[in-house]
């Protein structure tokens, strides 16, 4: 189990991109501020044809991109590129199969166009943990059956979300800053030395809480 | 907001308290329970349907290996034809169907281990008086005679339905190779679907068994693609029947334990795999079941266990209109001959 957090740690920390590696193309005409970004929390409703469950996260804006664009007729057309990591703890029941609870760090790429359409491609990796939906037993090579309490395993979870949804302008506190509909596909590792998935459904939204800021770094580039 | 915390923070605690395993034992007749035997590694579920109050367990063995009991042999036929005379346990192998968990190498003596802890537990739960008979199909005709044969294991069942079973790896793929030349002939000479039978037996001609997997699943594959070219063998026994929604199975679990006995070499080390030399150790009721059409596991095997097992009470079904998920395709038949055998033997 150890191991299994050492590597989820190793991990976590290279999914943090330093902000002074700037991924996202820069030009000499661009301009980079430091800004103040409220926590970010999401909620969301995990369900399949099979299961149904629940998420929430915390997290905070790594870096955001906002181009400008002006149209020939003089109109500001504004996108804006996020990039956010989460903490995120998941939960879903599948009936008579398990329960299954995972702890993930989830980095959020975002996107909003003018018409404040959202869009998501988040990558995940955490731990998880099933618990069996009915009673366990083990028996001895002398035949003697006992009850397993809390019966379940341990795996690597990892995979990926992506989505569609709507962007809500400037937010308030405790506002609702987007809702989305998202595809998530999960794995699991070790199943039988080999890759489990599980494919489900996400409604997601996110919200900004204010009171709790955090410094991130903003880019501002125009375009005629 | 505050609001919404809260409204999750309920919704978490209610699914937490619901994540509480509940025990259920039922001794009726028409029980449904679900449990798991956790044995190195693997947690394997056992669904139990039927009538308790017959005081006879079927267990199925299915096969594969990586197939899934739980999916795709607890289907409407069995429903209607066994569980109300007796009880079934639909138990899925470790790394098939429904189960979870991880393991060391796979191999047949885990799974006959498997098996035998599968049928101690069975009595545990439901009573040391309850009666068990295993119905293996396919690969389970390999962990069945693994478990028969070590120690006194025989005295744990009342008897063993052995269908399609296949006891010896490389002895099935030359049968299969020989019947598919052979019947592939007889069909070009009777100028049926010329082309298709020509390519089966060009194929099973430039392929002789040896021991790899590479060239059983050719064969294999073969098998099934002459069942499909027989007009004789009655529909049923898809694989699409997986897809249908059954208790307590998952379709994507049990893709993912496929995959994992796959890519696990088993199916390379099972080419080594032979219960022909122990089968004379067998002495309980046995019945064998096999489809006339069975390319996949010939009737050449099942004719060896009748030869060779040393039961007193044995008796070889033909279905003559069956490939090899002949309890799918004559399901009548079949059941009936599973129920004649218990009934003798109980």
């Given at each position: 189990m150890k191991k299994i957090l050492y590597f989820c740690l190793i991990m976590l920390h290279f999914s943090?991109?330093?902000?002074?590696?700037?991924?996202?193309k820069m030009t000499k005409n661009d301009t980079i501020i430091a800004i103040k970004s409220p926590i970010l929390t999401k909620q969301s409703l995990l369900f399949s044809t099979n299961s149904l469950g629940g998420q929430i996260g915390v997290g905070k804006l790594l870096k955001q991109r906002e181009t400008h664009r002006f149209t020939k007729s003089g109109q500001e057309r504004i996108k804006t590129k996020s990039r956010a990591l989460y903490a995120t703890l998941g939960y879903y029941y599948q009936p008579d199969f398990q329960h299954n609870w995972s702890l993930a760090a989830e980095y959020a790429m975002s996107r909003v166009n003018r018409k404040g359409l959202y869009s998501e491609f988040a990558p995940f990796l955490g731990v998880s943990r099933t618990f069996l939906t009915a009673t366990s037993y083990s028996v001895s090579d002398n035949g003697v059956v006992t009850k397993d309490n809390l019966a379940g395993n341990w795996y690597v979870t990892g995979g990926f979300s992506t989505g569609l949804g709507k962007h809500f302008e400037t937010?308030?506190?405790?506002?609702?800053?987007t809702v989305s509909a998202k595809f998530v596909l999960q794995t699991f590792y070790p199943n039988f030395k080999f890759i489990a998935i599980k494919p489900y459904f996400q409604v997601q939204t996110t919200w900004e809480l204010p009171k709790f800021e955090t410094n991130a770094q903003k880019m501002i580039k125009f375009k005629s | 907001m505050k609001n919404t915390f809260s409204l999750i923070f309920l919704f978490f605690g209610i699914l937490t308290f619901s994540a509480c395993q509940k025990e259920k034992i039922s001794l009726g007749t028409n029980i449904q329970d679900l449990f798991y035997l956790d044995n190195q590694g693997a947690k394997m579920p056992i669904l139990v349907e039927g009538n308790m109050a017959s005081g006879i367990i079927v267990l199925w063995i299915h096969g594969?290996?990586?197939?899934t009991a739980i999916g795709f042999q607890n289907d409407a036929d069995i429903t209607a034809f066994l569980e109300p005379k007796y009880t079934v346990a639909y138990w899925d192998q470790r790394a098939a169907g429904v189960s979870q968990g991880n393991t060391s190498q796979l191999g047949v003596s885990l799974y006959a281990e498997d098996l035998k802890k599968v049928i101690i537990l069975l009595k545990s739960r439901y009573g040391a008086d309850k009666k068990v008979f295993l119905l293996s199909h396919s690969w389970g005709g390999l962990i069945a005679p693994a478990f028969l044969t070590e120690?006194?294991?025989?005295?744990?069942?009342?008897g063993w339905i052995n269908?399609?079973?296949?006891?010896n790896y490389i002895k099935n793929d030359s049968l299969t190779r020989d019947y598919l030349i052979q019947y592939g002939k007889e069909q070009v000479a009777k100028n049926i679907n010329i082309a298709r039978w020509q390519d089966i037996v060009d194929y099973a001609e430039a392929h002789?068994?040896?021991?790899?997997f590479k060239t059983s699943s050719g064969l294999n594959l073969c098998a099934s693609t002459a069942e499909g070219l027989i007009s004789d063998i009655n529909p049923g026994g898809s694989?699409?029947?997986?897809?249908q929604s059954k208790t307590a199975f998952s379709f994507f679990a049990a893709a993912s334990n496929s995959g994992a006995t796959y890519f696990s070499g088993l199916n390379d080390r099972i080419m080594?795999?032979?219960?022909s030399s122990k089968l004379s150790l067998i002495k309980l009721p046995l019945l064998c079941i096999t489809g006339k059409?069975?390319?996949?596991?010939?009737?050449g095997l099942a004719d060896e266990v009748m030869q060779k097992a040393a039961s007193v009470k044995k008796k070889l079904v033909i279905l003559p209109?069956?490939?090899?998920?002949c309890m799918s395709q004559e399901p009548t038949t079949f059941y009936e001959a599973v129920i004649k055998f218990v009934e003798e033997n109980k």
């Open positions: 943090i991109i330093s902000e002074a590696q700037n991924a996202l937010p308030k506190w405790g506002s609702l800053e | 594969g290996p990586g197939g120690g006194s294991n025989q005295g744990m069942v009342q269908v399609a079973g296949a006891h002789v068994p040896d021991y790899t694989i699409t029947d997986i897809f080594y795999a032979e219960y059409y069975d390319f996949t596991v010939p009737r209109h069956s490939g090899h998920i």
